[in-house]
């Protein structure tokens, strides 16, 4: 009998938090990190009486958001009621559009495990509040068995994006590869920072298994993953377990599971889900999206990771590893597309930031918007070390003078005692005779014929670079040296 | 003539001339309320001493020292507010209902919050939390509901005007009940951010007055647009001025024909023919128009979406922020049900139950999605009607006020009640309830003429024209 095999079939829910200024229906400000319950006010607590009112800036970053997943936008969306008590949710239901959503379909492209781009569908996107965050005195964190609990209302009423995707991942692999391509072309499109360490991104994954004698399992969602490295270990777990489930016949149960990231293992929700029902909010009118809004927001989408990635790789030859890295952050993209503006060549510009730019970067805990050297200067550094008025060697002394001393090129070049064009000719045959001078037992061994492998005359090249203080070419020195050591 | 017993225009005037000051006004609408509501019971809050404070403040505005009440389910920053309910118990909003924001910035002065049915979900004031009101005509009956308390307060001359709030009839019914004045406005033509929602998309803030010239002041400071109302009009200007010789010659007034073989109390329908000669005499023609699918579906299809709606919007009380709770709960589920098992009326939860029934998942399709289809019918039904004819007469109510205690045994017989208001709200109409006179047993009569959208204005003038010959209700003596 041949062998059973599983294929997973794989939806992700993720809520990303958008970015604005107030939240989705109230002016309240969207800081989340203000001391407990004060940007709060009657809407966004429900008080008896209150009425939400869409703010505007929230569906601009929903449209951005849907194009950036390369989702349809509708002209006309609902906004629902839906149902459930708990005490983070102070009008005992949320505000979320989920049956008539402001997008239409979408998509993400993700390699499969043979290298090829494969599409990810996206159902759709819908906007909806975010819910209070509740503490509690317990010491396992959760509401059950706690003596008292408290809730911050701050978060209520912070615009959410929630993703749907279809179940067309089929490991975890690909889960991270499409969570971590969507967060990018999201925070292109400037509807989102997504910092994943602010909770700004939320997984659930619905995973269930196909055997390869016709069997499908049931479907499991499994919650509370908030790092992409989570996602991946839920998924893992959840494949793992549920093949076991399969391969020793027994039933896979349809049921909401509970991802525990310091166990490592999912268990079944200690909280029964709750019942929802949907009405449609009667206190807010039809969103209305005209098509000379939605053309507005679309000249406002900048070009895409994915796409911008492509264009370094065929059009600049840059090496696909290192334009997956510059284009990871825009912000560095930009910052390496104005080096070339400047007149960088693209290839040597992106090596450039690549070792130093990330390296000094990653040294000091520097954000690109934080790194004092501008493009330009970076630019000419690059363009001088091009045309050989300053070694390699130098060029990156001179770059870590200027970022640690934010000064400018000339200045760094001046301190540094650098003289463009280098050392050459009678200096360099000088500075030659004064090494082979000072090393006298090297040079016997040379003459021997003994340094086979030219290991000592590599040492003496080595001495005399850094007495010209690396203003020599290397080919040069070798050359004059070969011709000194025979002399 | 005592102060208390003038006219909200004669208040205005009289203040304006100095003929008495807002502190003898408020003297002699304080003594009057003192003297009458241990027998009425019409006020769940007294507000004496933010009234004193507003007037030490020397307040302007067209409204400069008018004393007023609301309606228990408006919120008023600091002052307790119930409505009608022990689940709210002691809570004072942190803010005002704009409706009385407006009233307020216009110099009106707080005497109090008037009772009302439990969430605004009754037709008799019965299912207050805090005892019945009294119809200030005939202290054995009911003032109607749900806005009975502040229906009352203006039969009774606490106040010159008041306001209410208006979902299936509750301005309508019991302004003809007490025998004064109520206009249910079209939706959206008064904000309604501030008011303790029942069923939002069907309800309605509206005043009660004497006479129809005070309605019209009160709705040119209350009919504002509001931001803060999604459903508010905007972009409209809305002339509330007073007309002193409206016309309505060559008006078409309908009777609907489908109404016709229902049953009137004999007042009601001497009424009517009364109010016909009149406008007959005026120079309207009299006409019928057929408004099948109101007839067939309307009730149905009320208590269908309004429950819906009113289930979900009573979600938000479970002890956590405000109101009643219990503080020795052994679990959140339990928390949850003893707050609400004891906070809520039955009739609250009857309704509440109703409308998660409604809109559960197996049943929403066909109850609560249809009902909002058969909704968008009624609203047709009437505007086909409104192309021939410029208003609809009918009564507000099929029967004269019951007896306190008389109807609460069969509900449904109440909710057949209001198949004369709530269609009005469904199709987001404006309705103006008015004073016709009083029956043989002394007791008030009113009617109800409807108008399409937006027609609130022109829905008054012709509300002046009636009122010309019926005279204004007699306040009646309860000393």
Request: charged share 25%; with cysteine.
């Amino acid at each position: 009998m041949a062998e059973l095999t599983f294929t997973p079939v794989i939806g992700i829910e993720i809520h990303i938090r958008l970015k604005t200024k107030s939240k989705i229906f109230c002016s309240c400000s969207t800081n989340t990190d203000a001391p407990a319950n004060t940007n709060i006010c009657p809407v966004c607590l429900g008080l008896p009486g209150s009425l939400p009112r869409l703010n505007n800036e929230v569906v601009e970053q929903g449209i951005l958001t849907g194009l950036a997943l390369n989702c349809g936008i509708r002209p006309k969306s609902l906004f629902f009621r839906k149902s459930y008590f708990y005490p983070d949710l102070p009008k005992g239901h949320q505000v979320t559009q989920c049956d008539f959503p402001i997008t239409s379909e979408g998509f993400i492209e993700v390699h499969d495990d043979n290298g090829n781009l494969k599409k990810i569908r996206v159902n759709h996107m819908h906007l909806e509040e975010d819910v209070g965050s509740l503490h509690h005195s317990a010491s396992d964190g959760r509401l059950e068995g706690a003596d008292t609990s408290y809730v911050d209302y701050n978060r209520c009423g912070t615009p959410l994006a929630e993703i749907v995707s279809e179940p067309d991942v089929a490991s975890a692999r690909e889960a991270v590869e499409y969570v971590t391509t969507l967060r990018r072309r999201v925070i292109y499109s400037g509807a989102s920072d997504v910092e994943l360490e602010k909770g700004m991104m939320r997984f659930d994954a619905n995973v269930s298994m196909k055997c390869s004698d016709g069997r499908w399992g049931r479907k499991v969602e499994v919650k509370n993953m908030n790092s992409f490295k989570a996602l991946e270990r839920a998924i893992e777990y959840e494949i793992k377990r549920q093949k076991k489930l399969m391969l020793n016949g027994e039933e896979i149960l349809q049921e909401t599971r509970h991802w525990n990231d310091a166990k490592g293992v999912t268990s079944p929700s200690r909280v029964k889900e709750f019942y929802r029902k949907f009405i449609v909010e009667p206190d807010l009118p039809p969103l209305i999206v005209t098509q000379e809004w939605i053309d507005r927001m679309k000249a406002k989408m900048p070009e895409m990771p994915d796409v911008k990635a492509n264009r370094y790789v065929n059009d600049w030859k840059i090496p696909r590893e290192v334009a997956d890295v510059i284009t990871d952050d825009k912000n560095l993209a930009e910052y390496f597309e104005a080096c070339v503006s400047a007149g960088a060549n693209p290839v040597r510009a992106s090596h450039w930031i690549r070792t130093e730019v990330l390296r000094v970067m990653n040294e000091n805990q520097l954000k690109i918007k934080d790194f004092n050297m501008k493009p330009e200067v970076l630019a000419s550094l690059v363009s001088r070390v091009d045309d050989g008025k300053i070694s390699t060697t130098q060029g990156k002394e001179v770059f870590d003078y200027m970022f640690a001393n934010n000064c400018s090129l000339d200045e760094a070049v001046a301190k540094l005692g650098i003289t463009e064009g280098g050392v050459a000719g009678n200096a360099l045959n000088d500075i030659i005779q004064a090494v082979l001078k000072a090393n006298p037992d090297v040079l016997e061994i040379i003459k021997s014929g003994e340094d086979k492998k030219g290991k000592k005359l590599k040492f003496l090249q080595g001495l005399v670079m850094k007495e010209t203080k690396g203003q020599a070419k290397p080919q040069e020195v070798a050359q004059a040296l070969e011709e000194a050591v025979k002399g | 003539m005592e102060l208390y017993e003038l006219n909200l225009y004669d208040v205005i005037e009289g203040l304006k001339a100095k003929k008495f000051s807002p502190s003898e006004l408020f003297e002699s609408c304080k003594k009057r309320i003192d003297s009458c509501e241990d027998k009425i019971h019409a006020l769940i809050t007294r507000t004496d001493d933010f009234a004193k404070s507003q007037l030490d403040e020397n307040p302007a505005g067209l409204f400069a020292g008018v004393p007023t009440i609301l309606k228990d389910n408006m919120c008023t920053n600091g002052i307790k507010t119930t409505a009608a309910s022990k689940i709210l118990g002691e809570w004072k909003p942190p803010y005002d209902a704009t409706a009385w924001k407006f009233l307020r910035d216009a110099g009106a002065v707080l005497m109090g919050k008037a009772n009302m049915d439990e969430f605004a979900m009754g037709n008799t004031c019965g299912s207050s939390a805090y005892g019945a009101t009294h119809n200030p005509n005939d202290l054995s009956r009911v003032p109607g509901g749900s806005s009975g308390g502040s229906a009352a307060v203006v039969s009774a001359a606490y106040v010159p005007f008041s306001l209410g709030s208006d979902t299936g009839g509750s301005i309508r019914q019991p302004a003809s009940y007490c025998g004064v004045y109520g206009l249910k406005p079209t939706y959206g033509m008064v904000s309604r951010y501030g008011l303790i929602s029942y069923g939002s998309s069907l309800d309605q803030i509206g005043p009660f007055a004497r006479t129809v010239r005070d309605l019209q002041l009160v709705m040119s400071v209350i009919a504002n647009y509001d931001p803060m109302d999604s459903s508010c009009f905007r972009n409209k200007n809305h002339d509330f001025s007073h007309n002193e010789n409206p016309s309505i010659k060559g008006k078409k007034i309908a009777l609907v024909k489908e109404f016709q073989d229902f049953t009137l109390d004999a007042p009601i329908s001497d009424a009517m023919n009364k109010i016909k000669k009149i406008l007959e005499d005026e120079g309207a023609v009299i006409t019928e128009v057929s408004l099948p699918i109101v007839a067939r579906y309307a009730v149905a299809c009320y208590y269908a979406l309004a429950m819906s709606e009113a289930h979900t919007n009573l979600e938000r009380y479970d002890g956590v922020r405000y109101g009643y709770t219990v503080n020795d709960a052994s679990s959140l589920k339990e928390m949850f049900e003893r707050v609400r098992s004891y906070g809520f009326g039955s009739e609250v939860k009857s309704r509440i139950i109703a409308g998660t029934c409604l809109t559960e998942p197996k049943r929403c399709e066909e109850y609560y999605v249809a009902a909002t289809k058969v909704r968008t019918l009624i609203a047709q039904d009437f505007a086909k009607a409104f192309n021939d004819v410029d208003f609809i007469l009918q009564p507000a109510t099929p029967s004269m006020q019951p007896k306190i205690g008389e109807v609460d045994d069969d509900a449904m017989k109440g909710y057949e009640a209001d198949l004369y208001t709530l269609p009005v709200n469904l199709a987001g109409l404006p309705g103006l309830s008015f004073f016709t006179g009083y029956s043989e047993n002394k007791l008030p009569v009113g009617l109800q003429l409807i108008g399409p959208r937006w027609s609130d204005s022109e829905l008054l003038h012709a509300g002046v024209v009636i009122e010309r010959h019926t005279g204004d209700p007699k306040i009646p003596d309860l000393n």
